[in-house]
């Protein structure tokens, strides 16, 4: 049975993003500044919230696929050594193959795509930017004793200061991909001769 009073509750409580959206449009701010801060810094935290969701889901299924897959094999393999049937234990033995298979290519996957670190990095990004958006609003840290204008110009050079940032840290991370990738098919190409 589903329970409408808490069901209630999620609804009347409001996201981190809308409680800001409501609070930037308080300030004293131009129309210009506010769209600035709801479009570009909150649009920027959505990604980065929605790209290290994927990224944790990606690593978590891949660890989840390697541990299972890992202890299938071993399992197949102890078990393959008691059946005294041939057809039977050949079965066995191409099962433990196929999914130590899966686990070797989801394992070298994540290896190349890194989702974990990726997961954590745009989790920081994510967590920076919310935190000088609320120094913002609040005018603490940099922003204390600030008129806003002024408060203003710095929280969006912060801002235009991190995205590039962020963006030559994915870049240079794909960069080493790419080169580890080409180095592997150099290396299987070289060792196939």
């Given at each position: 049975?589903?329970?409408?009073?808490?069901?209630g509750k999620n609804e009347a409580i409001k996201s981190e993003k809308e409680v800001l959206k409501e609070i930037i449009q308080?300030?004293?701010?131009?129309?210009?500044?506010?769209?600035?801060?709801?479009?570009?810094?909150?649009?920027?935290?959505?990604?980065?919230?929605?790209?290290?969701?994927?990224?944790?889901?990606?690593?978590?299924?891949?660890?989840?696929?390697?541990?299972?897959?890992?202890?299938?094999?071993?399992?197949?393999?102890?078990?393959?050594?008691?059946?005294?049937?041939?057809?039977?234990?050949?079965?066995?033995?191409?099962?433990?193959?196929?999914?130590?298979?899966?686990?070797?290519?989801?394992?070298?996957?994540?290896?190349?795509?890194?989702?974990?670190?990726?997961?954590?990095f745009y989790r920081r990004s994510e967590e920076y930017m919310k935190s000088q958006l609320w120094h913002f609003v609040e005018?603490?840290?940099?922003?204390?004793?600030?008129?806003?204008?002024?408060?203003?110009?710095?929280?969006?050079?912060?801002?235009?200061?991190?995205?590039?940032?962020?963006?030559?840290?994915?870049?240079?991370?794909?960069?080493?991909?790419?080169?580890?990738?080409?180095?592997?098919?150099?290396?299987?190409?070289?060792?196939?001769?």
């Open positions: 049975m589903v329970n409408n009073t808490s069901q308080n300030l004293s701010l131009n129309d210009t500044q506010k769209n600035y801060l709801v479009s570009r810094l909150l649009g920027q935290i959505d990604y980065m919230e929605n790209k290290a969701s994927s990224c944790k889901k990606k690593y978590l299924r891949s660890q989840i696929i390697t541990i299972l897959g890992g202890v299938t094999v071993t399992a197949l393999v102890g078990l393959s050594t008691s059946i005294d049937d041939k057809n039977i234990r050949n079965f066995v033995g191409a099962s433990a193959f196929f999914v130590s298979q899966v686990v070797t290519v989801t394992s070298a996957l994540e290896q190349l795509h890194k989702n974990n670190e990726l997961w954590l005018s603490t840290g940099s922003y204390e004793n600030l008129d806003q204008d002024t408060a203003f110009r710095i929280i969006v050079k912060q801002a235009e200061e991190i995205i590039p940032r962020d963006l030559d840290i994915i870049s240079a991370k794909s960069s080493e991909q790419q080169t580890k990738t080409e180095t592997l098919k150099q290396n299987e190409s070289s060792s196939s001769k």
